[in-house]
Nanobody, 119 residues
């Protein structure tokens, strides 16, 4: 199993920045992509950004140019730098990892961290 522990959420004013961290532990050898999802009240969970083990990023259109995903393989940690935050970015942010077990994808999730953008 994979355990994911997030940190770095909080309250920030519009236009501000936050950095989220997600540390992975456990059986991480088969992880091939990690990412961040978010879920706002009354909405479905959506992909924010992901990054492969080779460092290839992918972003939702709504965060392109404002958010940056990165990873430190030596620390088994993924980061999400969020700049120019807006109230619509308010949500619970979840870390996700995907590994292949046999031929099937196996998802793991963190407990979530609250991000609130408000003046």
């Amino acid at each position: 199993q994979v355990q994911l522990v997030e940190s770095g959420g909080g309250l920030v004013q519009p236009g501000g920045s936050l950095r989220l961290s997600c540390a992975a532990s456990g059986d991480i050898s088969l992880i091939y992509v990690m990412g961040w999802y978010r879920q706002a009240p009354g909405k479905q969970r959506e992909l924010v950004a992901s990054i492969t083990t080779h460092g290839r990023p992918n972003y939702a259109d709504s965060v392109k140019g404002r958010f940056t995903i990165s990873r430190d393989n030596s620390k088994n940690t993924v980061y999400l730098q969020m700049d120019s935050l807006q109230p619509e970015d308010t949500a619970i942010y979840y870390c996700n990892s995907v590994r292949t077990i046999g031929s099937l994808p196996d998802n793991s999730w963190g407990q979530g961290t609250q991000v609130t953008v408000s003046s």
